[in-house]
C-alpha cells in the first residue's frame, strides 16, 4: 500500500450511498385510530378535531355588560415634558421650541380598543424515530394506544402560544433503519466511498446493536391566542396603527369558557365589533380546535391633541397611550439657517 492510502478506509461496496431517503411504502405499522398519520418529513401532520363532548355550547341570549368610565385629561404641564422626551430622542439640539412653545388648547378624544382573545388548542399526529438502544419500546403489546384527546398533556399557562410534543403510549415498534438498511453506516459521498460515516438517521445504532431504529408515534399539542381587535377611528389626522404600540387602562375584563356579545355599552362600534368577533371566532375554531378559554376586554387609550404656537406659529402634535407617546407629524426648527 501506498503512502498515500495510509489511514483512508476500505471500500464497502454494499454499503447504502449516502444521500435522503424516503420511508420505504408499508414500513410503517396501522395504529388504530391513526390511520393516514404521515411518515417523518412528508406533508403535514394529520389534525383530529376535538370530540363533541369538547365543543363549546354557547348559551342563548347571553351578553355581558360593561360600565362607563371617564373621559381622560392631559395636563400642560404632562404634554410638554412628553413632547421634550419625544425630542430628545429625536434631535437633542432641537429642544427649545417645546420648551418655550405656548398651549392654545389640548383636545381629549375618547378612544376605545376592543379585544377578545381565544386561547384554542389542536392536535396532530405524525411518525417520528429515534436510534433503538435496547431501551423499552412501548407497543401495542403494554395495551390500545388512548385517542388523541385522551392523550395525558401538562396544563399550558394561558394567552401564550406554545407548540408541546408527546409520544402516544404503546405505538412504538422496532424497525430495520430504512436509510442504512440495518448496517449502521453509508457511502460517504466525500470520499467516493473509501471510508464511510455514521448514519444520521440511526447514529450508528443499526450497525452496533445488529437492531435499527424505533419508529414512535409522536402527538403534537398547539396551542394559539386567537385575537380579535378594533379600534374606532375618531380622529381621522391620527394614525390608528400607532395604538398597536401603546396599552390602554384595561377597565373591562371579561374571561370565562366563552365570553358573550356586549351590549349597552355608550359606544354602539364596540358593541358591534364584540359581536362580530364573537361570531368569527365561534365560526373559525369551534368546530376544527378545543377552545380552552376566552377573554374580553375594552381598553380606554389616553389620546389628546395639544395645539401651541411657536414663534407666532401654529402647530400641532399628539400624546397618546398610558406611556404618553408622541406623534408630531410638523414640529418647528429652534433655529434660522441663511
Known amino acids: 500500500m501506498d503512502n498515500k492510502d495510509k489511514g483512508k478506509g476500505v471500500l464497502d461496496p454494499e454499503a447504502p450511498e449516502e444521500g435522503p431517503s424516503a420511508l420505504p411504502s408499508g414500513l410503517l405499522d396501522t395504529v388504530s385510530g391513526y390511520e393516514g398519520t404521515p411518515s417523518d418529513g412528508v406533508g403535514e401532520d394529520k389534525i383530529y378535531p376535538p370530540p363533541s363532548d369538547r365543543l363549546p355550547k354557547p348559551a342563548n341570549d347571553q351578553n355581558a355588560s360593561v360600565p362607563h368610565v371617564r373621559l381622560p385629561t392631559v395636563s400642560e404641564d404632562t404634554a410638554r415634558a412628553a413632547l421634550l422626551e419625544y425630542v430628545g430622542r429625536k434631535w437633542n439640539y432641537r429642544s427649545k421650541p417645546a420648551k418655550e412653545l405656548v398651549f392654545r388648547d389640548l383636545t381629549p378624544f375618547t378612544t376605545y380598543r376592543y379585544r377578545l382573545e381565544t386561547f384554542t388548542e389542536s392536535r396532530g399526529t405524525a411518525w417520528a424515530f429515534e436510534p433503538y438502544t435496547n431501551q423499552l419500546v412501548d407497543g401495542p403489546q403494554y395495551g390500545d394506544p388512548p385517542p388523541p384527546w385522551d392523550v395525558m398533556v401538562e396544563v399550558p399557562p394561558m394567552y401564550i402560544d406554545s407548540c408541546q410534543k408527546v409520544r402516544v403510549p404503546h405505538t412504538s415498534f422496532v424497525k430495520v433503519c430504512h436509510r442504512c438498511h440495518g448496517k449502521g453506516h453509508v457511502q460517504c459521498s466525500q470520499c467516493n466511498g473509501w471510508g464511510k460515516t455514521q448514519c444520521s438517521f440511526c447514529f450508528g445504532s443499526g450497525h452496533r446493536s445488529g437492531e435499527s431504529c424505533t419508529f414512535c408515534h409522536g402527538s403534537g399539542q398547539s396551542r394559539k391566542n386567537q385575537i380579535y381587535q378594533h379600534v374606532p377611528d375618531r380622529c381621522p389626522d391620527f ?47 369551534s368546530g376544527s380546535m378545543h377552545i380552552l378559554q376566552q377573554r374580553q376586554t375594552i381598553e380606554l387609550i389616553p389620546l389628546t391633541q395639544a395645539f401651541y404656537e411657536y414663534k407666532e406659529q401654529a402647530y400641532n402634535y399628539f400624546v397618546y397611550g398610558i406611556e404618553n407617546k408622541v406623534h408630531a407629524p410638523k414640529y418647528p426648527s429652534s433655529c434660522s439657517i441663511l
Open 239 to 285: 394614525p390608528v396603527k400607532l395604538f398597536e404600540k401603546v396599552n390602554g387602562d384595561k377597565f373591562f375584563v371579561d374571561e370565562s369558557a366563552l365570553v358573550y356579545p356586549i351590549v349597552g355599552f355608550p359606544e354602539k362600534e364596540i358593541c358591534d365589533a364584540s359581536k362580530r368577533g364573537n361570531d368569527e371566532h365561534m365560526a373559525r375554531f
